[in-house]
């Protein structure tokens, strides 16, 4: 019943900028933790930046000062704002949000994004 649907992946040149939003809709009653992730061909998902409910981020060594990850819980949104991007940033990113689906129901489940293809390249 939840979707979570990204947008504003592409092609950009080195040193260029990109924002990847990530927005969810259905039946959401409560959003904790969104993240984003990220794989690039042949190689292992990982995780790229996290941002809770209480506005607490944290990134991966190589995102740090050059990613920023944000949240609109009115818009059931999150963002990551893609800065001095390199080659090797190159990757399919895939948003993650925490969601309570229920009124009565105190659990929270994972959904993810379909993904977006970001390309960093001369």
């Known amino acids: 019943q939840v979707q979570l649907v990204e947008s504003g992946g592409g092609l950009v040149q080195p040193g260029g900028s990109l924002r990847l939003s990530c927005a969810a809709s259905?039946?959401?009653?409560?959003?904790?933790?969104m993240g984003w992730y990220r794989q690039a061909p042949g190689k292992q998902r990982e995780l790229v930046a996290t941002?809770?409910?209480?506005?607490?981020?944290k990134y991966v060594d190589s995102a740090k000062g050059r990613f920023t990850i944000s949240r609109d819980d009115a818009k059931n949104t999150v963002y990551l704002q893609m800065n001095s991007l390199k080659p090797e940033d190159t990757a399919v990113y895939y948003c993650?949000?925490?969601?309570?689906?229920?009124?009565?129901?105190?659990?929270?489940?994972?959904?993810w994004g379909q993904g977006t293809q970001v390309t960093v390249s001369s």
């Open positions: 993650q949000m925490s969601i309570r689906t229920l009124p009565f129901r105190l659990e929270y489940d994972y959904y």
């Open positions: 259905g039946s959401i009653f409560g959003i904790n933790t």
């Open positions: 941002i809770t409910s209480g506005d607490s981020t």
